[in-house]
C-alpha cells in the first residue's frame, strides 16, 4: 500500500500489478491481511481520532460560515457514538464472509481428457470515490483485499487528516502480510478525478460512494463501467384490493423511516376505485408523519372530501415535474391511474429502475406487477426499504445499482468477482473436430 | 417490427418500450415467434436469393475496381454452398435451447412470510451493428427474441437489399405472433451509429459483430456498455517439460487453423531452456504450414542452429511492436524467456486477456500460469481455438468478451440476461427490524 504522491496513472499502473498477484492469494492470505487491518486500526484509535478532530475543527469553522453543511459535518465525526466500533467490527465481519474467489460455477466434458471449468476470480483494479466518511476507506479496503481486487481510493478533502492516518495505519499493517505493496493505493492529491476516470487502460470498474450529484457526474465522465445508481426514484402502487391499514403501515415506513435514503418512496401511486377507501388512511399516516402530500387534482379531491379539515389544508398541488422527482425529503407525489397496466407503464417511464411496489391481496395481478416492471427490485407488499445488502443477507454491502449489466440491486461482494474459463486438455486440437470421417465429436457433458 | 424510416431515437424508444412486454412473454410464445421466422424464411428463399444477388453484383463491381475487397464479397453471398442451410437451422437451434427467463438463482426467507428471490430477465435493448455477413441478422433477431430482448439492428452498407429483404420476411412473420411491433427494429439509414450509441437512455447494451476496427471504434464512442473484444492477441507458453510432438500440434492448430480468427495464435514464448529440444520441431511444422516465424534473437539463433538450411533462411528478425501485434495473418512471433513467471507477466502485460495457454508436464506450474494470467481463457495443453461457443457447448454464441464485468470469454444466451429481485412479503415494515425490545431479527434462511 502507499499514500502517495504518485501521478494517478503510476498509482492505476502499480494498483495493476499488485491485483495479478493478489488475485492468486488463499483465502487465508486475504483473511490473515484483514486481521491485520483490524489490529492495526484498534491499537492507533487515539492518533486516529485526532487527526479526525482536525478535520472536524475545520469542517465545524466551515459550517459556521455557511460553506460546509451541518449534516456533512455529522458524517465526517468517527467519535461519534458506535462508529468507531462499527467500523473495526465491519472489517472482521467482511472476514468472516465466504470466500467469493475460485468457485467452480460451470463444469463440461468437452471430450475425453479435456474438460472446462468456470472459475470465479477478482475483477482487477477498482477505483473507489467517495465523499466525507472516513470509516468508508476501511469498510472498502476490506471488501478489496477479501474480493482479491486492488483498489485505488480517493476521499473527499474534507476528511484528508483521519484519511491520511487510516491509511498509514493500513498501509503499515498490510506490509507484514503477503498483500503486495500497491495493491491498495490512497491517493490524497486534488483535482485527480478526472485523470483517473481516464484510465480504463488499468482501472476495471468505479465505485461512486457518495450523493447522487457525484454518481451522476461520474458516469458521464468515463467509459469505465461504474456500479451504482445516479437516482432513485422508487413508487408504490395501491391498489384496490389491498388491506387498509397493511398499505398505509408500508407507505409510511418506506416513505418516512429514512426519507434521504435512495430506496426511499417518492410517488404513491393510487388506483382511481381506492380513492375513496384506501387513500385517506395511507394520508392520514403519512401527515402525521409530517409528510407534505402533492397530489394531482383526482387525488386531492378525494383526500379534501376525507380528511380533516386542518389536514385537508395541508394538500399541495402536484405539478409534472413532481412525478420525475426524487424528493430525498419528507414530500411525496400522488398520481390517480385506472389499474395496474397504467401503473406498470408510469413507472417503466417516471421511475429509476431501482425499486417499485405493489399494494394488493391479488397474488396474480401481483406476479404481473413484478414481471412488467422494470426495476433492480419488485416487490409485493412489502417497503421499499428493504431494498439494501444487509436485509437481502448479503452480509455487506458494495453498492445499490440500477445497471442493466453484471450486477443490479444491493450488490454483495459477488459483484466484485467475474469470473475465467480454464480446460485442461492434453494436447487436443481444434482441426479433429471438423468434417471427415475421422472427425471427433465434442461430448459436451455438463458435469456441474 | 418495423423496417423504418424512423428517427434513431424514435426506433430505440419504440425498442424500449416492446421490450417490456417482450419480457413478460412465455417461453413457448417466444418460440413460436422464431418457428414463425423460421418458416418465413424458407417459404421466402427465391426472392432473398435475388435481392442477395443485387448486394453481389454490387459488390464485385466494387471488388473489380479495388474498392471493396474479395473477402468481403466471399462473405455477402448467402447462396454459397451450406449458407442458406446453416442460417435456417440456426433459427431452430436457438430455438432448442433452454429457456433462459425466469431462472431463479437465489431464495432467501427474510422473516417469516417474507420472501427474497433472485430471478433472470432480459436486459432490455440490444444495439447490433454488424458488417457484411446478412445471415447474421436472421440470427441475432432469433437470439434477441428467444432471450426476451429488443434489438436494434444495423446492417452494412454493402449488405442492404439482402438485409431489406431478410427484414421484411422477418418483419411480416413477427405480426402473426405475440412478439410486439417494434421489439425488432431495423435501421437502414447511412450515418446513425453516432447518434444510436448516444441513447444510453434507451439501449442496454451495444454488440459489434465485425472487425476489430469497427469494435475499437464503437467501445470509444459510447457510454452504453459494449460487449465484445477489440484485440485477439493469444499467446502460447512452451514449458521444458513438454511434450514436443503434443507441443507442436497444439501450436499449429492455434496458429494455422483460421489465421484471421480473433482465437489464433499471435505470439510464442519459449522458455530459454528448452530452445534447442522443443522449438525447431514446433518451427519445422509451422514453417511447413507457410507460417513466418519472427524471432528474437536467441530464438533465431537456436533454429539457424537446428533447422534446415532452407528453412533457417526464411526466419525473420522481430521487432518490439512484434509482441504487442494481433497479425491475423500467418505471422507468429518468437520471444525466449526465462520462466513461467516471466511468460505470465509478459502475456499479462502485452496480452489481449483473450485466450492463452501454457504447454506443460507440470500440473503446478499449469495451474500456477492459469491462476495468475489475468485472462478470459486460460488453457493447459490445447489449442487457443478452443475459445468458441459452440466449443464450449453454448449452443450458440453471441460474441467474445474480453471485459473484466458481465459476461467474459465466449458469451452464450447468457450474456442476455440480467435479473431483478422479488419480495413477496404480507405488510412487513423496516422499522420492525431496529432496535430495541420487540424489535424483530432476519431469518436470512437460504433456500436455494
Known amino acids: 500500500m502507499s499514500l502517495t504522491n504518485a501521478s494517478p496513472s503510476e498509482a492505476a499502473k502499480a494498483a495493476k500489478g499488485a491485483s495479478h498477484v493478489l488475485a492468486t492469494l488463499s483465502a ?51 467519535g461519534k457514538k458506535g462508529k468507531w466500533e462499527d467500523m473495526l467490527k465491519g472489517i472482521l465481519d467482511v472476514r468472516e464472509l465466504e470466500d467469493p474467489v475460485g468457485k467452480v460455477t460451470l463444469r463440461t466434458k468437452l471430450d475425453d481428457g479435456l474438460e472446462l471449468e468456470r472459475v470465479t476470480c477478482p475483477i482487477g ?52 502480510t503477503q498483500v503486495p505493496n500497491g495493491a491498495i493505493q490512497l491517493v490524497t492529491t486534488r483535482d485527480v478525478i478526472p485523470q483517473l476516470l481516464d484510465l480504463d487502460r488499468y482501472i476495471d470498474l468505479v465505485i461512486p460512494r457518495g450523493g447522487n450529484e457525484l454518481v451522476r457526474y461520474i458516469k458521464s465522465s468515463t467509459k469505465i463501467p461504474v456500479l451504482g ?71 386531492k379531491v378525494a383526500l379534501e372530501a376525507n380528511l380533516p379539515a386542518d389536514m385537508a389544508k395541508m394538500l399541495v ?51 404481473q406487477f413484478m414481471t412488467s416492471v422494470d426495476s433492480a427490485g419488485v416487490y409485493w407488499n412489502a417497503s421499499t426499504r428493504f431494498a439494501d445488502g444487509m436485509r437481502y443477507g448479503f452480509g455487506t454491502e458494495v453498492g445499490i445499482s440500477t445497471n442493466k449489466i453484471h450486477s443490479r440491486g444491493p450488490v454483495g461482494l459477488e459483484g466484485l468477482m467475474i469470473y475465467k474459463y480454464k480446460i485442461r486438455g492434453c494436447g487436443q486440437v481444434t482441426a479433429s473436430y471438423g468434417e471427415g470421417e475421422e472427425a471427433r465429436s465434442y461430448k459436451h457433458e455438463r458435469l456441474l
Chains 1, 2 share one sequence.
Open 28 to 78: 487465508s492470505a486475504r483473511n490473515d491481511a484483514l486481521t491485520a487491518i483490524h489490529s492495526g486500526l484498534a491499537a492507533a484509535r487515539d492518533d486516529i481520532l485526532a487527526a479526525n478532530a482536525c478535520d472536524l475543527e475545520l469542517a465545524r469553522k466551515a459550517a459556521s460560515t455557511g460553506d460546509l453543511s451541518q449534516s456533512l459535518v455529522a458524517r465526517l465525526d468517527l
Open 125 to 176: 483494479v477498482l477505483l473507489i470515490i467517495f465523499e466525507a466518511r472516513p470509516e468508508v476507506i476501511a469498510n472498502i479496503a476490506s471488501l478489496a483485499v477479501k474480493s482479491g481486487n486492488s483498489a485505488i481510493l480517493k476521499g473527499g478533502k474534507e476528511s484528508t487528516e483521519s484519511f491520511i492516518a487510516i491509511s498509514k495505519v493500513i498501509s503499515e499493517a498490510l506490509t507484514k
Open 229 to 299: 445508481h445516479a437516482d432513485g426514484l422508487c413508487s408504490i402502487y395501491l391498489e384496490q384490493s389491498a388491506d387498509p391499514k397493511m398499505a398505509a403501515e408500508v407507505i409510511v415506513d418506506s416513505k418516512t423511516s429514512y426519507p434521504a435514503a435512495c430506496n426511499s418512496l417518492e410517488t404513491l401511486l393510487i388506483q382511481e376505485s381506492a380513492l375513496q377507501a384506501l387513500l385517506p388512511t395511507a394520508a392520514e399516516a403519512l401527515i402525521a408523519k409530517g409528510v407534505t402530500l402533492r397530489c394531482d387534482p383526482k387525488s
Open 317 to 367: 398541488d402536484a405539478t409534472d415535474v413532481d412525478f420525475d422527482t426524487e424528493f430525498l425529503s419528507l414530500d411525496l407525489a400522488i398520481k390517480t391511474i385506472s389499474g395496474v397496466e397504467e401503473a406498470i407503464s408510469h413507472i417503466n417511464t417516471h421511475g429509476s429502475h431501482h425499486t417499485d411496489v405493489v399494494l394488493s391481496s391479488s397474488q396474480d395481478l401481483a406476479e
